[in-house]
């Protein structure tokens, strides 16, 4: 028979004695902290902010275009990718899988005429890598192509993907 160790069960009644308060999120579409936007709205909010105001994209100036549209399909395809290059700890537009974004993106069902993918790492906060790829070429002409409506994003221990697409 396995013992407890005398500082668990310690701390365990001190708790009990304590009525300490578990972590534990709430259960259902309750929202835990009302009022301060999820990640990927203030993400959303934040890439409808340039795509509205216009840029310059490196020696580009990218005129205004169109606000986007959260999109589930789009997000579950950056959050596993997210989570994929969390794991394996590699920033990549390949997944360990040797996917694709365009591949990762149909997987969800969802059908694009266009597509388009922006990976990052180690930025603490939307701010923080909208900022970093604002300063990219490549990834600022993704945020700014009026082809895309609408948008997914995920985050994993600080790798950062951003998925835009156009439906069918």
Request: aromatic share 8%; net charge negative.
């Amino acid at each position: 028979m396995r013992t407890v160790p005398k500082v668990l069960l310690i701390l365990g009644f001190v708790c009990l004695l304590a009525s300490c308060a578990t972590t534990t999120p709430p259960k259902g579409d309750k929202d835990p902290d009302p009022g301060k936007p999820t990640m990927a709205e203030a993400m959303l909010a934040a890439v409808n902010d340039v795509r509205t105001e216009g840029t310059t994209c490196g020696d580009t100036v990218a005129p205004p275009v169109g606000e986007l549209q959260l999109n589930d399909l789009l997000t579950e395809a950056a959050q596993d990718h997210s989570d994929d290059m969390y794991a394996h700890e590699t920033m990549s537009h390949v997944g360990s899988d040797g996917s694709n974004p365009g591949e990762r993106i149909a997987a969800t069902g969802y059908q694009a005429t266009w597509w388009g993918e922006n990976v990052a790492w180690n930025q603490r906060s939307v701010e923080e890598v909208m900022a970093a790829w604002l300063s990219s070429t490549g990834h600022c002409v993704n945020i700014m192509n009026p082809n895309f409506t609408e948008f997914g994003v995920g985050e994993a221990g600080y790798y950062w993907t951003q998925v835009f697409g156009r439906p069918l």
